[in-house]
């Protein structure tokens, strides 16, 4: 009979450190931007809470790729950690390729209990220039406003750093996005730092994970992407995210872990929470109501 098996501890972290991926490089960028990101949203309780995290910005070649500060950190460092990705599930916000392939965005996000990769067409943002004026992180920027995939942007961009880049999906003026706001107030982000640094840029087609085989031993699986159109995934997440059941229960649209997959992975970030994962996806135990970056 198959057991059913929980990890615990430093075994856990022993076995996610052993994870492996199809990585390859696909340029060299010359600088980092960190971006603060912070999202309004609402407890299980209604109560108002703001999220936050920190996401990198690298580009060559006309590539710009978008992802949570701590994959970042982590391929600087080494290693691996499912800790780490904990915000970036909770907050959904998933690794964006813009132009990669050429005219095309490719996204990648973890919802339980899979990995996504989605594509869709790289469109151009129509941005009108606006008289505003500010300091953001020792950068004199300049404003503007666009409507992108339904929430309308106004952002700030200085044209010190003449890479037309932001954070997310953000794109396409003549200086380098340092504040965006949605309209709504919901979606903020804020330059927070910049490092000139020759850095990899790196694209993972899959990983495999180092798994109990149910036999006392450990198999290496493979783990793929599973392929998606955006406008399908965007409307699946809208679907499971935005029902009133996700935050009382963040794993109601899934199998149970233990009944399907016969482990559950932990282990724990800086501030001791236990993390869940299954083959390295992120169980979110704590959901708040899901704000959509697009509509």
Known sequence: MKKNLIFFGTLALALTMAAQAQRDTIGVSKFTAIYRYECRTTDADGKPVTDSMYIAVQTSGGITKSFPYEEYDRQKKGGSRIADGYLAA???????????????????????????????????????????????????????????????????????????????????LPGLITKATDDKGIHTFTLYGFHQEDTPIIFTGYVTWIVPDGHGKFASQRVDYQKMKASKFLAYKKKVLGSRRYVKNPTYYAPDPMKAFGYVENSFNPAGDNISSVAGVVIVSNPHQYQPLEK
């Open 90 to 172: 909770q907050m959904h916000m998933g690794t964006i390729f813009t132009n990669y392939p050429e005219g095309r965005i490719t996204s990648q996000e973890m919802l339980y209990p899979y990995r996504y990769m989605t594509d869709e067409p790289l469109e151009k943002q129509d941005w009108t220039l606006t008289d505003g004026q500010d300091s953001i992180c020792g950068y004199a920027s300049q404003s503007a406003t666009a409507k992108y995939h339904g929430l309308t942007w106004n952002v700030y961009y200085t044209e010190d750093v003449p890479a037309t880049i932001g954070p997310w999906k953000l794109g396409g």
